[in-house]
């Protein structure tokens, strides 16, 4: 157990609605990423949060965003859906502003658009 | 050109079997790198991290050529439970911004 909790575990959507993803870090950790991971497909990092503050971005448009909270607890919200974002949605917490340790992963939130 | 480029596999390979893996990286760059395994279904974890000067844990030893920008796995004496896909993973850091890009994972099977 990596102590990370994503909910919901599974989703179900429809094209052109929005989803929150959520996401509560390890104990400790102050930093948390997200990455999508398509069948077959390595994760393809999404974006960092660092004590509240985006910093870090993959190669995802703007409907992509996040927020994180005091707690260090994250978000992941999509707008505008579109069928190519079903994926397994995997939140991993570190500690630190650079990626120099270990991320630990959550189980991930699975979403199926239709 | 990807930014992280792994043979996919699978590997098939017999017990007790030494296999090794690839990756490369196209950033110059790029500072950490490491070795995550994740088995089906399931969440990566952690393996090695990968250092300059080349690090073993037990059966696994991770290399890094940072002049020809590739890293390497290689695991000895192969166990059924090594069957996984391995995924190699890179960080880079710029003016503070980071940007962690995984591979695709290069699939192993062990085989009795």
């Known amino acids: 157990e990596t102590g990370v909790t994503q909910s919901p575990t599974h989703l179900i959507k429809t094209r052109g609605q929005q989803v929150t993803l959520r996401c509560s870090s390890q104990s400790g950790h102050n930093t948390v990423s997200w990455y999508q991971q398509a069948l077959g497909q390595g994760p393809q990092f999404i974006f960092q949060y660092y004590r509240e503050e985006e910093n870090g971005r993959g190669n995802f448009p703007p409907r992509f965003s996040g927020l994180q909270f005091p707690n260090y607890s994250s978000e992941l919200n999509v707008n505008a859906l579109e069928l190519d974002d079903s994926a397994l949605y995997l939140c991993?917490?570190?500690?630190?502003?650079?990626?120099?340790?270990?991320?630990?992963f959550g189980e991930g939130s699975r979403l199926t658009v239709l | 050109r990807k930014e992280v480029e792994q043979d996919p596999g699978p590997f098939n390979v017999p017990e007790g079997a030494t296999v090794a893996f690839n990756c490369t990286y196209s950033n110059s760059a790029s500072q950490s790198f490491f070795w995550y395994r994740q088995d089906c279904r399931k969440e990566p974890k952690l393996l090695m991290s990968?250092?300059?000067s080349g690090n073993e844990d037990g059966r696994f030893t991770a290399q890094l050529n940072r002049a020809s920008q590739y890293i390497s796995l290689l695991i000895r004496d192969s166990k059924l439970s090594d069957s996984a896909t391995y995924l190699c993973v890179v960080n880079m850091n710029s003016g503070g911004y980071q940007k962690v890009t995984f591979g695709t994972g290069t699939k192993l099977q062990v085989i009795p």
């Open positions: 990968v250092y300059s």
């Open positions: 991993a917490s570190s500690s630190g502003a650079q990626l120099a340790g270990e991320l630990f």
